[in-house]
């Protein structure tokens, strides 16, 4: 079985400074992805970035990038030059082999102006 | 479509009145998944299909969860007997094909408040 865990229930943020968001994970697959989902109060999951559990160079997009640390397990967000549209739920995902996502319990991140 | 059509966006059901959930997925995909979202938590997978065949059902909570997808497009979920812990955003989501690193697509989810 797989467990994602989100350590932070809420967040927040200046506008304009660095975010990030914690994120731990329990695999015995050797072969896996990680995701991080944004879901805005129009309850639309939306994919912020995507990390292959082979690849050592950590994923980046735009604002968003990752801190991923296969040993540890753990699979950091950091969003940087934060903007008050990213104020959002986000969420920790895994996929394995069973092609189903495995999600945490989400962090509530606010950018304040 | 352009994107993953799910409705009703949102419905009330009085406990015991059963109900059913559509989603529309992206035209071609392959993948359709259903979710299950308590307030306040995480999606949690509730069933899986690739084309019309459903390959993974595991998730569903009860006898009372049914899903099907008849010709492998738009897919219905379907609550029987609704009680009041079934209240919950149902999410759909769809994948072009059968694999672990394809990204999914997600509609906006149907709310469900049974009372």
């Known amino acids: 079985a797989q467990t994602v865990t989100q350590s932070q229930p809420e967040m927040s943020v200046q506008e304009a400074e660095t975010v990030t968001l914690s994120c731990t994970y329990d695999?015995?697959?050797?072969?896996?992805?990680l995701f991080w989902y944004k879901q805005p109060p129009s309850r639309q999951m939306i994919l912020v970035i995507r990390?292959?559990?082979?690849?050592?160079q950590n994923a980046t997009e735009n604002r968003f990038s990752v801190n991923f640390q296969k040993a540890a397990k753990s699979f950091s967000l950091k969003i940087s030059d934060s903007q008050l549209g990213d104020t959002a739920m986000y969420f920790c995902?895994?996929?394995?082999?069973?092609?189903?996502?495995?999600f945490g319990g989400g962090t509530r991140l606010m950018v304040k102006p | 479509g352009a994107g993953v059509s799910q409705s009703p966006r949102y419905k009330v059901a009085k406990r015991g009145q059963d109900v059913a959930l559509r989603c529309d997925p992206i035209?071609?995909?392959?993948?359709l998944f259903w979710y299950q979202q308590a307030l306040g938590q995480g999606p949690e997978f509730l069933t899986y299909?690739?084309?019309?065949?459903?390959?993974?059902k595991s998730g569903l909570p009860s006898d009372r969860f049914f899903a099907e997808r008849p010709e492998g497009s738009v897919s219905t979920l379907k609550i029987q007997r609704t009680q009041q812990e079934d209240s919950a955003v149902y999410l759909c989501?769809?994948?072009?094909?059968?694999?672990?690193?394809?990204?999914?697509?997600f509609g906006s989810g149907t709310r469900l408040t049974v009372v």
């Open positions: 035209s071609g995909h392959v993948s």
């Open positions: 989501a769809s994948s072009l094909n059968a694999g672990i690193d394809y990204g999914y697509t």
């Open positions: 299909f690739q084309n019309e065949a459903q390959l993974d």
């Open positions: 990390q292959e559990a082979y690849k050592q």
């Open positions: 995902a895994l996929n394995n082999a069973g092609n189903m996502l495995t």
């Open positions: 695999t015995s697959e050797s072969n896996y992805y």
